[in-house]
């Protein structure tokens, strides 16, 4: 059981550049998310997803597009990448059906430095 | 509106020594508790819950903590210390509000550091 998986675990971009961060889960949850971590900031949240096709902001989602075309993906676009944006990023997911505040489960990350 | 507080960005105690990291919440509903563990480079990890029921919840590795509705607090302990808990604890709240699904809402870290 694969979890959730994200790719690229490093990337480097360049000041402009765009880029797509994949993230898949195969646990069949219908909530996912996106969250960037900061030193001292902990972690912030960007986007979210409660099920295909629908999707949200978190507290800080400028500069940041998705999509959630089915329910295993949820990718994270970089527009135009700024140095701002240099961060850690960890996808997540959770189960909505059960009730009672189940736990959410992390990806590797992805660190990501922009130039 | 949920949100957390872990009071220490960085704790250092010496092996076998008693581990305790704060965590003070605040919630307009009854929250769902975590703590969350990263080890460097790596994503998070739960150690343990609170959602209903015992307010003293055990979790993997010897970790425990205490919901303490009358503080608002729900604080990380372990009775001994290994080198291996070195890492970073996150505590996170979320309560169900509405049927767009609940919010996780971070503490901003406690950096744990393991003396020998």
């Known amino acids: 059981n694969a979890g959730v998986t994200q790719t690229p675990k490093f990337q480097v971009l360049k000041t402009g550049q765009s880029m797509t961060l994949q993230c898949a889960q195969d646990m069949n949850h219908e909530y996912m998310s996106w969250y960037r971590q900061d030193p001292g900031m902990g972690l912030r949240l960007i986007h979210y997803?409660?099920?295909?096709?629908?999707?949200d902001q978190g507290e800080v989602p400028n500069g940041y597009n998705v999509s959630r075309s089915t329910t295993e993906d949820f990718p994270l676009r970089l527009l135009s990448a700024a140095p701002s944006q240099t961060s850690v990023y960890f996808c997540?997911?959770?189960?909505?059906?059960?009730?009672?505040?189940?736990?959410?489960?992390f990806g590797q990350g992805t660190r990501l430095t922009v130039v | 509106a949920q949100s957390v507080t872990q009071l220490g960005s960085h704790v250092s105690v010496s092996e076998g020594a008693l581990v305790l990291l704060r965590c003070n919440y605040s919630?307009?509903?009854?929250?769902?508790l975590f703590w969350y563990v990263q080890y460097p480079n790596q994503g998070l990890q739960l150690l343990l819950k609170y959602t209903t029921g015992a307010t003293l919840v055990k979790g993997i590795n010897g970790f425990e903590a205490e919901f303490k509705k009358s503080e608002t607090s729900f604080h990380l302990t372990k009775p001994s210390a290994h080198m291996s808990d070195a890492a970073e604890y996150f505590c996170a709240v979320s309560a169900y509000l509405t049927n767009t699904g609940n919010q996780f809402y971070f503490g901003t870290g406690t950096s744990l550091t393991v003396i020998p």
């Open positions: 997803s409660v099920g295909a096709g629908i999707t």
């Open positions: 919630s307009s509903v009854p929250p769902y």
């Open positions: 997540a997911s959770r189960n909505l059906r059960t009730s009672g505040g189940t736990e959410a489960f």
